[in-house]
Every structure is written in structure tokens, then in C-alpha cells.
């Protein structure tokens, strides 16, 4: 069956244009000519994308666009953003309010046929990643800070709200006994993964691991960790982490760790059972030289080529920065995103107990996660597809 594309205008004119050029490439088309009447239609129907003018008399389009990623049952859907301005100032607010693409009135019907399979095509993607790839093994996604208080367990969490904005089902975990502190950033109990951790091996099975998972208001199954010394100094069975890793992928969704900074004991043996590594770093000189030594070790432990993802959590906006293509010199890698500055929202975030792209979707840190998840799925994706093709 054809996709289904909703077109959202006030302009009768301009709707029947937009429909006919869409039918022309083979798409069913539904039509809606208010703010309102989009939303509803877009809630009824879930169409596979939408195209929404900006100036509708009953309520803008970056206000439906906001009010569609606010709901669980339409935030996912791909939104062109469309509009007779060419102000950047127009772009930026788009993005902000969550669309995915834009075009401006009048357009080309090649280039509205290309944006519009463009979208479609990147979200049959996700979807063939959300049903389990090719076969159910799921991914192993790492963050792991070159030194503390960087940001790391904040990217981790919010990566996985990222995931789960995505339609995805993705389990977070916090390798970091007795320092645990997703709990505390996200307001619910501990439950602590160092009971599995002091068992041994062969006693971990399936079941017993979801008994401990923690499922959280903002959609995520968690497997947390408490802080407390006991646990920081117990010794765990050293096989025993790469067991419960194991286990999980076996759950065929996306697991996610935390595994705080090298001097966590747990972190080595896990880091190596990545499928992606994101390191994160500040863009301070002496964090780079530590992240020059270290690199090539986890490059060594598993020889994949891209699976090292590096992202630059800025945390202050002030004080002096090495710029951004002198640490990817120095480094002799990519930098794949850049985390600005967001303390206010991390701290009312904390507050709620919500990742921050769940409690402010539309924020510019929200959507630098968002794409930064989204590089990590292609990522992923196209790993399965080279492993399907040999
Ligand atoms: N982009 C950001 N802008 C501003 N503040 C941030 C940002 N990311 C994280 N923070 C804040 O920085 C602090 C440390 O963050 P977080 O606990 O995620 O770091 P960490 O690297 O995991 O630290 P630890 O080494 O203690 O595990 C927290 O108060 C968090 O809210
Ligand atoms: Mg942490």
C-alpha cells in the first residue's frame, strides 16, 4: 500500500496543488485546512508523513508542529515544515519546534518529491531497526566519560529518551555500582544491578535480569545502580558483567550503558562488548591529551571500524575552548556532535525526574540529541547491512 501523506494549508489552492503533485508520485493524500483540524486528522489517521503551512489563521504550524512531539502517539511522524518566508529566522524556529525538514512556497515539484522520499525513506529505516534489524539480537551502545562529571550519564540518559521518541523500546543501564546516579536524575528508587553482579555467571538468566528492570514514567526500562561504598567495593565475578551484557542483547532491543570513566572496575570488560562506543569529552586541552592516550586502547580492544562515536559535551559557555577541528587534529577523529550548554534545562529537567528531550522537546540541546541518536541508528543499521550482504 501506498504512504499516506497529510497536507496541512489554509489555502485551497495551494492544498490541491501540493495533493496533486503528491498523487502524481503515488501517495494517498489527506488534506486539512486549520491548525485543529490537522491535529485531529493526524491523531486519527497516522499518516507516514506531514506537510504543514506555517500561517494558519486558528494556530501556527509551530505550534501544531509542537503539539504533535508532545504526544506519544504522533511524535514520531516526520513534519516538512512549509512556507512563503525565506527567513532563516523561520528555519531555526522550525527546527526548534521539532520539524525535520522545510520548503518554501512556491516549490518545485522534484524538489518536494525529493524531500518528502528522503524523510519517508530515513524513517523505513528506523522502523527496520525498530523491528530488530535482521534477526533479534539487539545493540550495544556504550558512554563512557574520559573523566568524570562531563556530562556522560546526562548523554546516556537522554540518548535513550531519544530512542524512545523514536518508536524504539531501549533498555538503559548503569554499570557503575556504588556511584550510580541515573536513580537520582531520574527520581525513582534504586534497585541495585550489584545483587546480579555478585552472582555468578552461569546463575544469570533472562528472567532474573527483567525482574530488576525499573520502568520509568518516561517510557524507558532501567537497570540502575545505588551509590553507596559497599557496593563500590564489593568484588564482582569478573565475567560476570560480560554474562549480563550478553543476556541482554539477547532482548533484541537497544541496550544502553552507562560505564561512567576507566576507573570504574566493571568498565573495561564491558566496553569491549560494544557494538558503538560513545566517548565523551570537554573541549578542554587537558581532557584531549588524556583522550589522545586512552583512544587507541579502546580502538585496540575492538577492531571496528566506526565504532568509537567522540561527542564534545560543552557544560559552561564561558572559559577558553580548543576549537573543535584542532581536537579532531589532535585526536585524529571525527567529532560526531557537539552538546551545548544547557544548565538551566538540566537542572529543571533533574527536577521533574524527565530526560530533557522528553521535558523540552523543542530545545536546541533536545535536538542536537536527537541527531546524534539518529547518526548512531544509521550507524548501527548500516553495520547489519554489511553483515547481511557477507
Ligand atoms: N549540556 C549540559 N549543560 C549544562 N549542564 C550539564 C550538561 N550536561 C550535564 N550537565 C550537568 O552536569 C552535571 C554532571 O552531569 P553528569 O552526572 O551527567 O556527568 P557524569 O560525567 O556522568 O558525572 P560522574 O562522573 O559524576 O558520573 C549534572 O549536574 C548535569 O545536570
Ligand atoms: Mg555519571
Not at 124 to 152: D, P, W, Y
Not at 308 to 326: D, K, Y
Request: proline share 5%; charged share 20%; net charge neutral.
Amino acid at each position: 500500500m501506498s504512504e499516506k501523506i497529510l497536507v496541512v494549508d489554509d489555502d485551497i489552492d495551494s492544498l490541491k496543488l501540493i495533493g496533486l503533485m503528491l498523487q502524481r508520485n503515488g501517495y494517498q493524500v489527506s488534506a486539512a485546512n486549520a491548525g485543529y483540524q490537522a491535529i485531529a486528522k493526524a491523531t486519527a489517521e497516522r499518516p507516514d508523513l506531514i506537510i504543514l503551512d506555517v500561517m494558519m489563521p486558528d494556530m501556527n504550524g509551530y505550534e501544531v508542529c509542537k503539539r504533535l512531539r508532545a504526544n506519544s502517539e504522533t511524535q514520531h511522524i516526520p513534519i516538512i515544515m512549509f512556507t512563503a518566508k525565506t527567513l532563516i529566522d523561520d528555519k531555526v524556529a522550525g527546527f526548534e519546534a521539532g520539524a525535520d525538514d522545510y520548503l518554501t512556497k512556491p516549490t518545485h515539484p522534484t524538489e518536494l518529491a525529493v524531500r518528502v522520499r528522503t524523510l519517508l525513506n530515513k524513517r523505513a529505516a528506523l522502523q527496520r531497526t525498530a523491528s530488530g534489524g535482521r534477526s533479534n539480537q539487539g545493540v550495544t551502545l556504550g558512554f563512557m566519560g574520559i573523566k568524570g562529571g562531563l556530562g556522560t550519564t546526562t548523554l546516556a540518559i537522554n540518548v535513550a529518551a531519544a530512542l524512545h521518541r523514536m518508536e524504539r523500546n531501549p533498555v538503559l543501564v548503569d554499570m557503575c555500582p556504588g556511584s550510580g546516579s541515573i536513580a537520582a536524575m531520574l527520581n525513582v528508587q534504586p534497585r541495585s544491578i550489584a545483587e546480579l553482579l555478585a552472582k555468578r555467571a552461569s546463575e544469570l538468566r533472562q528472567r532474573v535480569l527483567e525482574d530488576q528492570f525499573v520502568h520509568h514514567q518516561s517510557g524507558l526500562s532501567l537497570l540502575l545502580s545505588s551509590a553507596s561504598f559497599r557496593e563500590a567495593q564489593q568484588n564482582y565475578p569478573p565475567e560476570t558483567a560480560v554474562a549480563i551484557v550478553r543476556q541482554l542483547r539477547e532482548l533484541g532491543q537497544p541496550i544502553l550503558f552507562d560505564l561512567g570513566t576507566p576507573l570504574n572496575p566493571n568498565c573495561n570488560q564491558v566496553q569491549r562488548e560494544m557494538d558503538l562506543l560513545v566517548v565523551v569529552i570537554d573541549a578542554i586541552r587537558s581532557t584531549v591529551d588524556i583522550a589522545r592516550q586512552l583512544l587507541p586502547q579502546l580502538e585496540a580492544a575492538r577492531a571496528v571500524p566506526g565504532r568509537i562515536h567522540l561527542v564534545v559535551v560543552n557544560r559552561t559557555s564561558g572559559g577558553i575552548f580548543m576549537p573543535w577541528h584542532e581536537i579532531e587534529q589532535v585526536l585524529g577523529m571525527d567529532i560526531r556532535a557537539i552538546i551545548p550548554p544547557a544548565p538551566e534545562l538540566a537542572h529543571q529537567a533533574m527536577a521533574a525526574g524527565m530526560p530533557i528531550v522528553k521535558h523540552q522537546p523543542s530545545a536546541i540541546i533536545s535536538a542536537q540529541i536527537m541527531k546524534l541518536t539518529e547518526d548512531l541508528q544509521t550507524h548501527v543499521q548500516k553495520h547489519w547491512d554489511t553483515e547481511v550482504a557477507g
